[in-house]
């Protein structure tokens, strides 16, 4: 998801966007967002609508801010180079073929 | 006649249209109460106080802005409406997931120990449950109960060190890394932060990295001494690591002294702990000029102490087999240490397998034992050069070419390559 935010770090997502861009489930991506929140990654703001016009709520929309840019960017330079420097990485935490 | 019988039926077609449109929205109408339904049943699933502050700040505004989407036909809206809230009723607005994976993730560890002496099934099942842990990390958000975040966090420590031991010291820094945010939403005087903060050193220290190992544990000291007091375990454990970083950086003397104050102060006997700093103790002393001798008679006492202690082929036994024969080899005392090693490799095969780390840097020292005291060209010589130039490969895949032990390798092909033994450094 960190990758959606970081292909136009400027742009505001909606959860719902997030969802199709990174196909993961609403129940997935708010505990994701709300971790990002807290870790100060990303700020939400509401959606500029008026809800009677509207008849429905406002939404909340989701960016990076400058510092989440940089440690979005540290973070999964980081994780990149693992994969490509060590055979055991995210997805790779179960053992080599040719282990006992 | 026929007049009256076209308006009669122009007039039904016109009530059954209305009928059917009017059938139609209602049909729409309820169609789309669906999801608003589901989503409001969710109330019965969390905490009030949860499902408050989410369902009118972020999940009923995007369910409303899915239903009432004009763009897209009503099924459309329906089928992604439903999935929204539907997923969020089915892992209870991701609480479920982080509670109920923390649970399930602790439950599924418990029946792991030793990761080295685990067998292929075993550790493919091991790194399915650490795939549940990671995602379990990923669930977590701020709502994640104190207590189950510090169960989580104490847990994700063991396994890091379980990996650590296991010579896997990036799956460990990948779980650390995984758990960063959960540490934190923590104190930093709690005490799985402070375990965490150990591991990480540890997986720093591992990979070479000794400065930076170095001065984290020196904060983590201080921390350490502040929480626990000078003579707890983690403080002690933190202390072991800081004068093994001092090894690395060549400092054995000073090394030599801090592990006989950590032994002086042990209050038991048989403390686990106590081979560990043995182990290392015989290191330091053996990187001193003029102390091979009792740098082997130490590493004996050690290998005597593990073996009544643990067992002749429990890991760390093997271990301290090792370091001895590595030593040696470093001495550059060829037969003594194939005498040690010709052995120690069969019984790592039997114990972690042909291809664990450990195994393969056994069989490395090994075949530079080997190669020590023959003629530059003997075939000999040069079929051990074959086989270290196959470590090298094989630790290469496992794990990539910046990790201590390919980089250790790696020279020593180059020595073995290059004049003669004269150069060989440790």
């Known amino acids: 998801m960190v990758e959606v935010f970081l292909e136009d770090p400027g742009r505001t997502h909606f959860a719902y966007d997030l969802m199709h861009a990174s196909r993961l489930q609403s129940g997935t991506i708010y505990p994701i967002l709300a971790r990002l929140q807290a870790c100060g990654w990303v700020v939400d703001e509401a959606e500029d609508i008026e809800p009677e016009v509207e008849g429905r709520p406002r939404r909340r929309r989701y960016r990076l801010c400058p510092t989440g840019v940089e440690q979005a960017r540290i973070a999964l330079a980081a994780m990149r180079e693992q994969r490509r420097s060590s055979s055991w990485t995210i997805g790779l935490l179960r053992p080599q073929g040719d282990l006992r | ?426």
């Open chain 2, 1 to 426: 006649m026929t007049v009256l019988a076209l308006i009669g039926a122009a007039f039904a077609v016109v009530a059954v249209w209305i009928l059917n449109h009017l059938l139609n929205l209602e049909l729409q109408s309820w169609l789309l109460q669906v999801p608003r339904l589901i989503l409001k049943r969710l109330r019965h699933q969390v905490s009030p106080e949860f499902y408050d502050e989410c369902y009118q700040k972020y999940w009923q505004p995007d369910l409303e802005a899915i239903l009432l989407d004009e763009s897209r036909g009503v099924l459309t809206r329906f089928a992604q409406g439903f999935r929204h809230a539907f997923n969020l009723w089915w892992t209870r607005g991701g609480k479920r997931s982080a509670e109920t994976s923390v649970a399930e993730s602790l439950r599924a560890l418990e029946g792991f120990g030793d990761l080295r002496v685990l067998s292929k099934a075993k550790r493919k099942e091991f790194g399915k449950v650490v795939d549940d842990l990671v995602t379990a990390l990923q669930w977590c958000n701020r709502n994640l109960d104190p207590g189950t975040a510090v169960q989580l966090l104490h847990c994700v420590a063991s396994v890091c060190d379980a990996f650590i031991d296991d010579r896997n010291e990036r799956a460990a820094e990948y779980l650390a890394l995984a758990a960063a945010p959960l540490m934190a939403q923590l104190p930093t005087d709690e005490p799985a932060v402070l375990a965490m903060r150990l591991v990480c050193a540890r997986a720093q220290l591992q990979l070479g990295r000794t400065e930076h190992a170095g001065a984290s544990l020196e904060a983590l000291l201080q921390d350490n001494r502040r929480v626990f007091g000078s003579t707890h375990q983690e403080t002690v454990k933190t202390r072991r690591l800081l004068a093994w970083a001092k090894v690395g950086e060549g400092r054995y003397a000073e090394a030599e002294v801090e592990f006989r104050d950590l032994l002086a102060d042990l209050p038991l006997r048989s403390s686990p702990i106590r081979g560990h700093l043995e182990c290392q103790l015989s290191w330091a002393i053996s990187g001193q000029p003029g102390r091979l001798f009792q740098a082997i008679e130490s590493y004996d006492r050690v290998i005597a102490f593990r073996t009544r202690e643990l067992g002749q082929l429990h890991p760390d036994t093997l271990d301290t087999r090792h370091s001895k024969g590595k030593m040696l080899v470093l001495h550059q005392e060829g037969d003594m240490a194939r005498r040690i090693l010709q052995p120690l490799l069969a019984d790592r095969i039997r114990v972690c397998g042909s291809q664990h780390p450990d195994t393969l840097e056994t069989r490395k020292y090994l075949a530079i034992a080997i190669a020590l005291d023959r003629n530059r060209f003997s075939p000999a010589r040069l079929r051990a050069l074959h086989r270290i130039r196959r470590v090298q490969r094989a630790q290469q895949a496992l794990h990539g070419s910046d990790h201590p032990h390919t980089r250790d390798t790696v020279t020593r092909i180059a020595e073995l390559e290059s004049a003669g033994w004269r150069q060989f450094a440790r």
